[in-house]
């Protein structure tokens, strides 16, 4: 379904029958007639089916959709910033052959994605930014101060918990919205998520990267 589809079914539901009611003030005028109607006023006919402000309602329901999937786009957008600037830092900080190449791949499927969710975004009104939160922000620093072995550690540890987020959040969103671009954008993300989540925990699992393989190693010693 296409945006302008869902908001005006949303002014449907929503606005034209506050309209009908304010006019239906009139009733109780002064000025009203015997009969019902104000002088020089038409009495406004019953509106059928009109929705009562019950939360689950369906306009109601259209409209926290709604915003659910802007903040879904632009979250995914800027985590697909946050990605991209880790995989650079993981090309230089890295000294694992293996985990440089995540590192770029990474950085070449988000620039990827963040293209698949233009057509949303611009539909739902959001500008691509590049701009990172105080909290990404640390991160990054966190990540730049980090070299080696210690770097390999935390990136896939990241890595994992994010694109495994990012996976739930998009099988979710896939089927919860009612607007086509969206839920094109997060069909498509789907496939790039699975594919990198599966390449960082295969490394995770052949360089002992992973807390889990980690845990088993020391109880064998």
Not at 15 to 43: D, K
Not at 164 to 177: C, F, G, I, V
């Amino acid at each position: 379904m296409a945006i302008r589809a869902i908001r005006d079914r949303i002014f449907f539901y929503l606005v034209i029958p506050s309209v009908f009611c304010t006019a239906g003030l009139a009733q109780s005028h002064p000025m009203a007639s015997t009969s019902g109607g104000m002088t020089g006023v038409a009495t406004p006919t019953p509106y059928g089916n009109q929705p009562s402000g019950d939360p689950n309602s369906e306009a109601n329901a259209l409209n926290r959709q709604l915003v659910k999937d802007q903040g879904f786009i632009r979250k995914l957008m800027e985590s697909g910033n946050v990605d991209a600037k880790l995989g650079e830092l993981a090309q230089q900080n890295s000294q694992n052959d293996d985990i440089k190449r995540a590192g770029k791949k990474i950085v070449e499927d988000h620039i990827k994605l963040n293209i698949q969710l233009e057509p949303a975004a611009t539909e739902l009104g959001i500008a691509p930014s590049k701009e990172l939160s105080r909290k990404d922000q640390q991160l990054i620093a966190k990540f730049e101060a980090l070299n080696g072995t210690k770097f390999d550690e935390e990136y896939i540890k990241v890595m994992v918990k994010e694109h495994q987020q990012a996976l739930k959040d998009l099988n979710a969103e896939a089927k919860a919205s009612k607007i086509a671009t969206v839920t094109d954008a997060a069909k498509g993300g789907q496939s790039i998520i699975t594919q990198d989540l599966q390449m960082i925990e295969q490394i995770a699992q052949g360089h002992d990267l992973t807390s889990e393989s980690k845990s088993k190693k020391a109880s064998s010693n």
